[in-house]
């Protein structure tokens, strides 16, 4: 017998982060499951397009270290925006060194990440004290932390037995780590959400290595949140519509695999 899947509503009760269970009630009161990556390199264009899409989105994901122009005021406006529209900031810092290091990296310099990002992510590279070392900063401020899982760039090492460990470290840190980058649920955890980049509706890659699936190929697979970049603000596109397309398609998916 299969048992029903749950909402995102009703997953987020039982977590015992506090972004994670405001990020899975923001998607069921919002009827979203979309993230879009902000990858543009100008505070005009990002703050245009954040405000564009900001209706349609559960997660704004950024890279604040491609901006030419970035301060302070910048994550002023980011704040308002996000106040404004209602959406979880991801910055997609993906830490990758020890402890000792990634927490400085995390909470000073230019970009002081551990103010104003909900989410970040890091890779599992360096074992369990990237985790300890970021937590350190990011859980007295309820902050949530993913996991590089896997990747979607072709030919990348996140397979196999480094997916398995990855997804064990996880496990060892879930008042922090609320899920992991990667395109399908894990059978072990399947309360973690799952955030799937590499998500197009027109082609299957660029050329420089990512590959897109469908927003329903993957949440066939279990991923929670489609993640969108090119493909909502890419050359000759208008970003409301390309957002609402996604969005629409992002949840009909989720609906249809709800019923299933
Ligand atoms: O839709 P795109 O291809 O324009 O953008 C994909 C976005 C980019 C990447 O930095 C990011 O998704 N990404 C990620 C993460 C963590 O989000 C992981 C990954 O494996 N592949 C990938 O493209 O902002």
Redesign the pocket.
């Known amino acids: 017998m299969t048992t029903k899947m749950k909402t995102y509503g009703e997953r987020a009760i039982s977590l015992p982060n506090k972004t994670a269970r405001e990020l899975l009630t923001l998607m069921e009161r919002k009827k979203s499951n979309l993230a879009v990556?902000l990858?543009v390199t100008t505070k005009q264009e990002f703050l245009d397009i954040a405000d564009k899409v900001g209706p349609h989105i559960c997660c704004l994901?950024t890279?604040v270290d491609i901006l030419e122009d970035f301060d302070q005021d910048l994550i002023d406006k980011l704040k308002k925006l996000q106040k404004k529209h209602d959406f979880i900031i991801f910055e997609?810092r993906?830490f990758a060194d020890i402890g000792n290091t990634v927490k400085h990296q995390y909470s000073k310099g230019i970009y002081k990440i551990a103010e104003w990002a909900d989410i970040v992510?890091a890779h599992a590279i360096p074992g369990d004290g990237i985790i300890t070392g970021l937590k350190e900063i990011g859980l007295p401020l309820n902050r949530g932390l993913l996991l590089?899982a896997?990747?979607?760039?072709k030919g990348?090492l996140a397979t196999g037995a480094y997916t398995e460990a990855t997804i064990e470290m996880a496990k060892r840190h879930k008042d922090f780590v609320i899920g992991f980058?990667s395109g399908k649920k894990f059978n072990s955890c399947e309360e973690l959400i799952i955030?799937t980049?590499?998500?197009?509706l027109d082609v299957s890659n660029?050329d420089l290595g990512?590959q897109y699936k469908t927003p329903r190929n993957v949440i066939e697979n279990g991923s929670d949140i489609i993640?969108?970049?090119?493909?909502i603000y890419g050359k000759g596109k208008d970003a409301v519509i390309e957002a609402q397309r996604y969005r629409n398609a992002g949840w009909n998916a989720y609906l249809e695999k709800l019923e299933s």
């Open positions: 990556a990858d994901k890279h997609d993906k992510d590089l896997e990747m979607s760039s990348n980058i955030m980049p590499g998500i197009s660029d990512q993640i969108v970049g090119r493909g």
